[in-house]
């Protein structure tokens, strides 16, 4: 994801910002938006959540804004705007995964698929025992965020970071063990 | 914690985790990898912690993406790039646009109520249909009410079973209870009395849940009829979703009258001398199987399972002549109630009080309590301790979070502490392993989420405590000499600190006092980290 930078001033500078911003919508939108989801957003609201993220780029790259890290900045944008959405529903709306969805899918041989799924359900029961920060700062590094880009999206230090990662690693570890 | 420094006999998990993710500062690299050149014991627990990080990763790539994926079509942003360009022209519909919008939105509205309001219904016939046409197994129940219960066959034939047990009295009234309701006393807990109860209430509401036992292993379905009028006001019919056999009933009857009808496993064999016609006609005051700590634990892993067990007015006990297991609820939400119910249907033996009113919340000193307190006079430290936190509005914000981990904490040591006076060694000490299991997992979970949350609750106050904290040691740990007494500890000390906190972020304090309180919380919140994770490392 390359920031773009407008230079020229005529009148066709909104509409070549607007192609650049649909741009990274297109190329970020999947990953922006399972965020959103996992973060408790309803199915409904999460594709309007997500596209309002990219509308505030495009205003805030309006107005001239230098946005250094973009996909650390669209994560921020959408950690913020979903915890504003959630704290207006009535119930908070956990991730069930698509175990049947993750059976069909090809794999070597049966005795894969059973072990595999063996693994994924002890990760399951352990991912069960983290706080939700600790679950947002695994699903951010599996993202490919490195630390003080995690620290930046949650609002908190990145001493912090490692320190939900390490709880919660250890755990996967655990289980990963037993 | 910080970089692993070299003096430290093994590398500590979080430098490990740093490392593997090549998060580590540069300087500290070179000394981690020939330490671990080295050693095994770290090089081995390097193994398990990218181990667990790749399961994860693996997870996430196959299992929770995939589920994350949004059904919908990706529409383009150009739509509202216009609108942001042009917010108001959309305003200037002529009028007749917006009454035709509205009398559209109306229609839709009735269409929707008129497709929609039946289906629960729909779906409870669907399911009677398919339950009805079992046949039910030679089965026993137990019925609860008035605080009796006794066990009887699933199916009763004849007069003969009427007036066997007559000088039972709360057999009888409960008897005369289904009677007057038409609903079938001879097969109480079948597809096919529910069914034909139901279809002669003029007015009902139906509700159709799928619910799974704690373990998670077995599915449920509760059909649920409530009827506005008439003697028996909310019927309730658990089924296995496998077999679609019944499980346990509930009845709630006028005047607020419960009984409950379980599944009670096979019937078991009379003496050959007794006619096997009679067999089932038999109503058999009761030898019932009396309820234990067991059966009190696997409510309180059923109500852990919602979170209910946590921060909420709910009490579970054993009755007095322990043929149940009360658990009462005080104040809680139509909704929440639903949710206990349905946790707990799956667990025999359990009867449900709720009533309204005013909840009793956790035994809370609390916190704002202090009004014997002149807050003008804590003003130096409130100004001292807004301006290191960068203003009055963020000091707010860091006592609104600091104030909330600090009530988790208290919420969970609570329920801890209940654990510990429940179930004592001596006690567990008797449990079977899948019990123990179950109380050592309770336990842990509660310990896990005390240790996140004064974790949080140092996030939360670093930028007022930054010198102190700092220097918090990570590895400290704190010898309990066994789990129940730490529990005990650990509710005394979470109380003491929630009141600190109340006090000190509250302002009730004068300067001398909130200078001393807030000298000792760092200690507090360490006393207390230390103690939570010297119950989560507990055997």
Redesign the interface.
Known sequence: MEESVLTDSSGTK?ARL?YD??QI?RQT??AI??YV??LGVP?AQ??EVT?EV??RL??NMRKGEEILNMRAWLFRVAHNLSLKVRSREKAFRS?????E??TK?TVDSPERAIL?RE??Q???TA?E?L?P??KNC??L??EGL??REIADVMG??S??V????????????????G | ??SWSSNLPHIP??DL??FA?S?MPVKAVTATEIHLRTCNKCLARLD??K???A??????????????????E?????A??ES??RPRNKIFFPMRIWWAAAALACCVMVIGWFLYRDAPSRRMQQVLVRAVVRTPPHRRLQVTANGHSWYRAATLQGEAARHSVADQRSLEDTRALFVKANYSWDDPLSARSFAAWRKQLPEKRDQVLSIQDSSGNNRFYRLETEAPTGVLRIAALTLRADTLNPVKGSFHFEHQRDVSIDDAGEMPSLPAAVDTKNRQRVERPAVVKEVGPEEELRVFAALNAIGADVGEPVTVDIDPAKQQIIVAGLGLSANRERQIRQALAPVPNTALHFKSGQPMGVENQSANAGGNYATDNAAPLRHRLETQAGGAQRFQLITDKALDASSTILAQANALYVLSQKFPPLVAFAFDPPEQETLRSLR??HA??IE?AT??LE?AL?PLLNSTTAGMDETQSQQATSWEVGAGQLYEDAKLLDTSLGRILAGSYSQEVGQSIWNKLPDEIQKLEALARSQENAP
């Open positions: 909104a607007e911003v649909e919508y939108r999947a938006c399972s989801l996992c199915e999460a594709q596209q990219y509308l495009y205003q991730v069930n995964p698509d175990w969805r993750f899918r595999d693994k994924m002890k990760v399951q991912l025992t706080s920060q600790q695994l699903f590094r599996s490195r630390y908190v230090s001493s912090t490692n320190e939900f990662l390490r709880r919660a690693i250890a755990r996967l570890a655990e289980a990963a063990d | 914690m910080g998990d979080f985790i740093q993710d998060e398990q912690l181990n667990g990080a399961a994860y990763d693996q997870y996430h790539a196959h299992l929770l993406k995939p589920t994350l994926e949004i059904p919908q990706w529409s383009s942003l150009e509202r790039f942001l360009e842990h979970r896990i989420a996140q974790v949080e996030d670093r």
